[in-house]
């Protein structure tokens, strides 16, 4: 099956700083990469959609200078949290879809902790 | 009305028996159906995803999608232990939108040995 990592799989950070999370698919090319949040006991939310070598769809209500991502090649996305605050922890997840493939593989998810 | 309606649970049952997970969703341009499973703090695992209507087979899981009716389900046969964790319900319509998914709440579901 198609293998999707993220780095790291835990990170704490003070106030103010950024933080990148990187998303990797092992096996395949993504051709479309997503990134999700998700707060405890909730479903997912979709925060942006990536195609490779193009900018970044952000949902309605997600901050694009607040998250920045990447999609520079067709197996590494980043998210870069900027200027994070305490409100910004939560479990960022990854998704990879691979050119005429309609499914996704998510990743093992990366959990945020701003103090 | 939600577009996708996944009924939350808790679902518990014992082991060895028969589950049976549903959705039901009003976008009737949905074509494309698919099964998550969680474990706590992990991302979500791809179980089966079928295209338009009828069944499709996987050792004990069983998709089902019914387009008329805008109703999939998963069967679990054999139920375990280890099969405890919550079942999410994704669906997405044309290529246009990137296959982007909508999701279900999510059926936390416990498997009691």
């Known amino acids: 099956g198609a293998v999707v990592s993220q780095h790291p799989s835990w990170v704490i950070c003070k106030s103010g700083t950024s933080v990148k999370i990187e998303c990797r698919s092992l096996?395949?090319?993504?051709?479309?990469m997503f990134w999700y949040r998700q707060f405890p006991k909730q479903s997912l939310m979709l925060m942006a959609t990536?195609?490779?070598?193009?900018?970044?769809?952000?949902e309605q209500g997600v901050e694009k200078d607040k998250f920045l991502i990447n999609h520079a090649s067709l197996t590494l996305s980043t998210l870069t949290v900027t200027s994070a605050h305490p409100e910004d922890s939560s479990f960022y997840i990854c998704?990879?879809?691979?050119?005429?493939?309609?499914?996704?593989?998510f990743g093992p998810g990366t959990r945020l902790t701003v103090t | 009305q939600k577009e996708v309606e996944q009924d939350p649970g808790p679902l518990s049952v014992p082991e060895g028996a028969i589950v049976s997970l549903n959705c039901t969703y009003s976008?009737?341009?949905?074509?494309?159906f698919m099964w998550y499973r969680q474990y706590s703090r992990k991302g979500p695992e791809l179980l089966m995803y079928?295209?338009?209507?009828g069944n499709k087979e996987d050792g004990r899981f069983t998709a089902q999608v019914d387009k008329s009716s805008k109703y999939i389900s998963l069967f679990i046969r054999d139920s375990q232990p280890s099969d405890s964790a919550t079942y999410l319900c994704?669906?997405?319509?044309?290529?246009?939108?990137?296959?982007?998914?909508?999701f279900g709440k999510g059926t936390l579901l416990t498997v009691n040995p």
């Open positions: 990536s195609n490779e070598g193009s900018k970044a769809t952000y």
């Open positions: 994704a669906m997405s319509d044309s290529g246009g939108s990137n296959y982007k998914l909508t």
């Open positions: 079928t295209y338009s209507s």
């Open positions: 096996d395949f090319q993504a051709t479309t």
């Open positions: 998704s990879a879809r691979g050119r005429a493939h309609y499914e996704q593989y």
């Open positions: 976008n009737s341009a949905f074509q494309y």
